[in-house]
């Protein structure tokens, strides 16, 4: 099933190096490959899934070159972890942000669920390679994964008395919507929120 892929913007950097006679600085030059090639590998994973994206078209859509790629890291797998790594610290701090905004507990839970649905929804590419990619992408990438679950089912329960058995079943729950609806050729991450609130409430109750 093929997606409409907007563009991946991470960080506002220089996008077009000169290519001599320049001023920029090392670090400038550095840091505008670095956030081009993580943009270019989400692309490039949101396009092909992560079993089909390649070096090559990482490169190919950061407009940076091969011996940058390899300056800046191992291989494919190093590059989507690090990606990986810059989206997942975003999107728990967008919904940490939203739930600080509600003193009730059930409130806040609800804007933590519907938080992250916003976070994923600022660019569905990005959403789909943060929940479904992710999957294909090997043991180290899975554990990124459990780690930040557990992070989030911490922030969504915080002191309450729910198993953790329990806390991580209820996460991936949430997920496998979220993930099935990212599956759709038009998804609505919105549209899930009060569902997935209830479902979360009603998994304190039992």
């Known amino acids: 099933m093929k997606h409409r892929v907007a563009p991946v913007r991470l960080a506002s950097v220089?996008?077009?190096?000169?290519?001599?006679?320049h001023d920029l600085s090392r670090a400038t030059v550095r840091a505008s490959q670095r956030w081009?090639?993580?943009?270019?590998?989400?692309?490039?994973?949101?396009?092909?899934?992560?079993?089909?994206a390649s070096v090559a078209h990482v490169i190919a859509y950061a407009g940076v070159s091969r011996k940058a790629f390899y300056e800046h890291f191992d291989d494919k797998e190093d590059c989507f972890l690090a990606a990986y790594d810059v989206v997942s610290e975003r999107v728990l701090a967008d919904l940490i942000a939203a739930g600080t905004r509600r003193a009730g507990k059930t409130s806040r839970r609800s804007d933590y669920v519907t938080g992250f649905l916003a976070a994923l929804g600022q660019n569905l590419a990005v959403a789909r390679v943060f929940m479904v990619d992710v999957l294909g992408?090997?043991?180290?990438?899975?554990k990124r994964r459990d780690d930040l679950n557990l992070r989030f089912a911490d922030q969504l329960f915080g002191d309450a008395e729910v198993d953790p058995?329990?806390?991580?079943?209820?996460?991936?729950g949430v997920n496998a919507v979220v993930a099935s609806e990212l599956l759709r050729p038009d998804p609505d991450l919105s549209a899930l929120g009060r569902s997935l609130s209830a479902f979360v409430k009603a998994a304190l109750e039992v």
Do not use: D, K, N
Request: glycine share 16%; charged share 25%; hydrophobic share 40%.
């Open 14 to 21: 220089v996008r077009t190096l000169p290519r001599r006679g």
């Open 36 to 52: 081009r090639l993580l943009e270019g590998m989400i692309e490039s994973t949101a396009r092909h899934g992560y079993a089909g």
């Open 137 to 142: 992408a090997g043991p180290r990438a899975l």
């Open 165 to 172: 058995v329990h806390r991580l079943a209820v996460i991936g």
